[in-house]
């Protein structure tokens, strides 16, 4: 018999397939050995191939940006050494017309997403908004408030589906920020809506000095998704080949009508939270190390070389490609820029409210007077 206390709602879906995998989603182990999985298949060499020469590129933007700051010409860099496979899959399983909503930690996200370095870490030097065009590679700014850009995807995503568009929204967020109610919002939003996004959660076990314990006792992360009426998976966040196939298939699934989803990728933020943490106050080195035979490129490299995909050669040329990108940003950070403080002004209101126009007025006054 029908359950009389079933929500009414049309696209309520039964509770079956909801619940994520009891163990994450792995194809290719830490060893570089494929893992058969009935459900996902393993994308193809070519496929690999090319996202790994990201997963590359990404270790070198992530070292470069760190010595960047340490020399003084970036004035943060949240860094996502050993979260490559999560930024290159996030951005690779995207087509152009869709959108992705990254955070502060999504640097290689954006940057695979093909928006020009130096555009990207104009923010984290702190000299302008955002620093790219958001609707030139269809990748909203990073936000740096928690969540806050999980409601804005959503918000595209529902005018998309209205539009009558096919358009697919992935939207970021770290462990620490599913405690926030915008999450919350979000994800019901999304729900209730049937709305074309994917929630792609990083789970990196720390919130700055905050550990996953202390964050939730939900069995993971995923299983969050079921009580806003959506499917969860979880996946090994530094398993390439399982994250291009389980949000590829989140991905599809959207695009074809099938409402949201939420992905968990289990990983672990290899650095300090920024260059302003000391993450040794809260965690110890010995935990950090045991991370280190899971390194997302290492493992891919294993599996491609068994295959004979990748030789000295590509190794080289994929080397040789993230030293050019590594010397541009050098380049340009090492550059001074002379911004004009009335730029703070520019660009956050349409039609600029009084207190800020009195503001700006006041700035310029001071500025005429410190210039004479
Ligand atoms: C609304 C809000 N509250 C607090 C902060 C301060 N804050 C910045 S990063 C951070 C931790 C976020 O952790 P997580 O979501 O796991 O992302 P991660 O930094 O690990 O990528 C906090 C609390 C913030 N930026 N925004
Ligand atoms: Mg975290």
Redesign the pocket.
Known sequence: MQDPHRNAHPQAPGSAGLLPSEQPVQLVDPDGVHRHDDRYPLPDGEALLAAYARLVLGRRINDQANALVRQGRLAVY?S?HG?EACQVAAAVVLEDRDWLFP???DTVSVITRGVEPLQVLTLLRGDWHSGYDPYEHNTAPQA?????QLLHAVGVAHAAKLKGEDTVVLAM????????G?FHEALNFAAVFHVPVVFFV???????S?PLKN?SVAPSLAHKAIGYGMPGERVDGNDLAALLAVLGSAVDRAREGHGPSLVEAHTY?MQA??NADDATRYRTQQDVESWVPRDPITRMRTYLRGLHLLDDDAEARFAADAETTAAHMREGLNTDVDPDPQELFAHVYTQRTTQLAEQSAQLRDELSRTDG
């Open positions: 949240p996502s979260q955070t502060y930690r740096t408030p928690l969540a806050t967020c770290g462990d620490g920020a599913t405690s926030e915008d990083q789970n990196n076990e720390y919130a700055i905050v964050q933020r939270h920024t």
